[in-house]
């Protein structure tokens, strides 16, 4: 079975694009209660984000969301429900800026890594050589020189770990949240039925703090 075919199933589309929606029984229940900064740029609680990021990530990159938050009548139309659009682009943009930051030092790292690696390889390689040329009738030495030129390729495995494993996760995370940051964010009522009772949703519901 398709893996994105079955996705759509469990997420709904509204003009084209996927509904990221969450039910909130409060508004502080989307944020986490021991940040002490102002509203709008308190950190998002951990499962909020967490559902949003996966969600993401569970779709090719050409997906378009919407994320829709879900509130009582009574939360609806408040200064703070208004503000929740604005708190989750500035919390993804400063998640974007510190995997810029991440990506930056691993990089830097790399560079480092792979100069030392290089210098050392070319010291264990010149070394091994002339160990092999000069006492090649010693066994001794013969194991010398290829415990230098083994020890000389290992220095190479950090530079190449960092370039090659470490820094196009970072990157993809990157893209992910600076996706998140600009999507478009609908604050809306729980849905009513005809008979005017609430409408059973497919929505998270995050647990109260």
Known sequence: MDQTASLDSLYREEN????????LSSVGQFFNSFDPAPFR??????????????TVK????????????Y??????????AGDIPTAIRSHFEYKTLMQKRRFRERYLYGQF???????????????????DNYS???????????????????????PVTVFLFQLWPIYKQRKVYEKISRMEVDVRPYPKSSSGSPEPMAACQLPNP
Not at 16 to 23: A, P, R
Not at 41 to 54: G, S
């Open 16 to 23: 084209g694009q996927v509904l990221i929606e969450m039910k």
């Open 136 to 158: 090649s009738s010693y066994p001794v030495a013969h194991l010398i020189a290829n415990a230098l030129n083994v020890t000389g390729w290992v220095a190479m495995w950090e």
């Open 71 to 80: 509130l009582p009548d009574t939360a609806v139309d408040t200064k703070e």
């Open 113 to 131: 890594a792979l100069i030392v690696g290089l210098s050392f390889l070319a010291v264990a390689t010149v070394s091994s050589l002339a160990i």
């Open 58 to 69: 569970d779709f090719p990159a050409k997906t378009a969301f919407k994320i829709v938050i």
């Open 41 to 54: 740029e308190k950190e998002l609680d951990n499962e909020a984000e967490t559902y949003i990021v996966d």
